[in-house]
DNA sequence: GGGCATGCTTGTCATGCGTCAAGGGTAAGG
DNA sequence: CCTTACCCTTGACGCATGACAAGCATGCCC
């Protein structure tokens, strides 16, 4: 009956369902929102097709657990560290380095959110869910930018919410570049991010 | 036997697929890439769907012919005179207004240009075609900053490339916003717009 | 150990897709 | 007036899809 003994029947139902669209995200994130199939994200993992109807009422209801399992990782991936940054030279290196890494590393991830955004535009179902991302991520951006302002001594002059535009805007475009074969998409996104952030908090 | 004397058989041929290219592109711009059909696009036409395989080999091929539609009209929307600023009040207010305007009204074509660009992500084929369009619209940014630089006697401090990336970041968040049924995304792209302007082109 | 709920597979259904072939209507040219 | 070339429609194909129903296996409980 249960997979591991100690848990009610919900929370292994939560379990697989998070399973399931765990699979479906890397399928996701390889082929692309038109691409993918129920039958091939089944086929990706280690079950049939049939058993994404037990999980999950509808295909839409599949795509909306994957954005919030997809929430839940970039959740976890940015609550690393800022505060490791004792100074200002650190700090512009590792973020540097850290844009770089994840735009080459991580690509298919970021391509599935932007995908993931796009569909939102006609696809009302999801439109909560991604402004739910779109609001970590801008939290986020904003505590980079509340650190850098710590360390330079400076204020910044922007307010979270277009900081967190223009820094998706160039991340977004820096990602397509490298998705062309741009070598020099990345060095490009350091300069621009640079550029803004020296805008956002100026020196006095 | 022609539709029009006075022409060739291949500009009769040519001017049915752009019209059949038009019609796609409203379709398209309704529904989105992932819903839009051949018999869909035909549907929205006056012709049935058999007639699309008779002017186009495939369905990548009228991708394709849309996108380069798509492209003409951009070009012909955006030669309207930017010449005709001849003061800085008066081209702070157009370009507002027209940002205000083109985001409530060509919401749908926007979101088609965003769609269409996801996509290049995932197929190849297109993607040639969308960096074609994004070199048309980085040189229009370039143009407005250029005369805004004009305007105020100063000099842009960042190059094109980085300068089309920012207010495309700007103004595709707008236009989600704006879609989400934000009432304030229009005033706050003006905002933003401002803001990067004056760092853009700084007064000495 | 028989009964039974749970979890997953298998097979099937209708639908809609891209593609294509065959054919009809129409107007120009002999 | 008859032929011919062109443009477009109709209908059909093979295939993939989302959805679902029936059934099988597993392991717990009485």
Redesign the pocket.
């Known amino acids: 009956?249960?997979?591991r003994?100690g848990t009610s029947?919900e929370e292994?139902?939560e379990e697989?369902r998070t399973q399931l669209a765990q699979a479906a995200l890397a399928t996701l994130s390889e082929l692309g929102f038109a691409?993918?199939?129920?039958?091939?994200?089944?086929q990706h993992s280690?079950?049939?097709?049939?058993?994404?109807?037990?999980?999950?009422?509808?295909?839409?209801?599949?795509i909306s657990e994957c954005v919030r399992v997809y929430h839940q990782l970039v959740l976890a991936r940015f609550d690393e560290g800022l505060e490791t940054y004792q100074d200002l030279d650190t700090m512009v290196a590792g973020v540097a380095e850290t844009l770089q890494r994840t735009i080459t590393e991580e690509t298919a991830q970021h391509r599935l959110w932007y995908d993931l955004r796009s569909h939102s535009m006609f696809n009302e179902e999801i439109r909560e869910d991604v402004r739910e991302i779109e609001r970590t991520l801008e939290g986020f951006a904003w505590r980079v930018v509340l650190r850098y302002a710590e360390l330079t001594g400076t204020e910044p002059v922007l307010d979270s919410l277009s900081n967190y535009r223009m820094f998706d805007g160039i991340f977004y475009a820096a990602l397509l570049d490298h998705m062309a074969g741009d070598p020099e998409a990345t060095d490009r996104l350091v300069t621009q991010a640079g550029w803004l952030m020296d805008r956002i908090c100026p020196q006095r």
Do not use: C, N, Q
Request: glycine share 4%.
């Open positions: 009956m249960p997979l003994s029947r292994r139902f697989r691409r993918t199939s129920l039958r091939e994200i089944a280690d079950f049939t097709h049939g058993v994404l109807h037990y999980y999950f009422t509808d295909k839409v209801d599949l």
